[in-house]
């Protein structure tokens, strides 16, 4: 079992539409949670942490977290052609050796369609 | 304000060669992480500095690879001997808080071995 999974998609989706994206962890120890967007040739930009269970939402984008689930999501509202992108779903935790580390799940293409 | 930057932004080198890839953070972060991404992956962690000591270098696959961060600044991702599997994109990202706090990454030296 993979320690940071995400379905690779590829999300396809409507402009003006919501888009879902999922990820699960696998560490009950996890701590802070992040999803980056990584345009294709560029390297990651962070868009959203979130540390605590609930929402946290910033403009269009809404992040969520169940610890208990051990499940992540992003939503993304009023979807934009320039919200293509891979969406990458990171966690770290802050016990033993892996203090600071992030690990990635492998990232979700999403495609927005005007 | 001014990110991480990186050097070279791409490298080209042949089998067994020595290379050297520079990361300097983004100014007072003193936390620096080292990632590689291989296509259609996740970044992958190497070595995490605070200050000028390595606290978690797990992640680096032999002992080929070494880095340094003599003054607490800017990193050296050193590779002997390299073999065409070392070809990806290395990533180097600083955070202000170690450990749980959101990471920040430059663009990325994309290293190919002939």
């Known amino acids: 079992q993979k320690e940071v999974e995400q379905n690779s998609g590829p999300l396809s989706v409507p402009e003006g539409a919501i888009a879902s994206l999922n990820c699960t962890y696998s560490?009950?120890?996890?701590?802070?949670f992040f999803w980056y967007r990584q345009y294709s040739g560029k390297s990651p930009e962070l868009i959203m942490s979130i540390y605590s269970n609930g929402d946290k939402e910033d403009g269009r984008f809404t992040a969520q977290l169940n610890k208990a689930s051990q499940y992540v999501s992003l939503l993304i509202r009023d979807s934009q052609p320039s919200d293509s992108a891979t969406y990458l779903c990171?966690?770290?935790?802050?016990?033993?050796?892996?203090?600071?580390?992030?690990?990635f799940g492998q990232g979700t293409i999403l495609t927005v369609h005007p | 304000g001014a990110g991480v930057s990186q050097t070279p932004s791409n490298k080209v080198t042949e089998k067994g060669k020595y290379v050297e890839l520079r990361c300097d953070p983004i100014s007072g972060h003193t936390a620096l992480y080292w990632y590689r991404q291989s296509l259609g992956q996740g970044p992958e962690f190497l070595i995490y500095f605070q200050g000028t000591g390595a606290a978690d270098d797990s992640g680096l696959p032999n002992d080929r690879f070494f880095a340094v961060r003599p003054e607490g600044s800017v990193s050296t991702l050193k590779i002997q001997r390299t073999e065409r599997g070392d070809s990806a994109v290395y990533l180097c990202?600083?955070?202000?808080?170690?450990?749980?706090?959101?990471?920040?990454f430059g663009p990325g030296t994309r290293l190919t071995v002939l």
């Open positions: 990171a966690v770290t935790n802050a016990g033993g050796t892996s203090y600071g580390k992030l690990t």
């Open positions: 990202a600083s955070s202000l808080y170690p450990g749980t706090g959101a990471q920040y």
């Open positions: 560490d009950r120890g996890s701590q802070s």
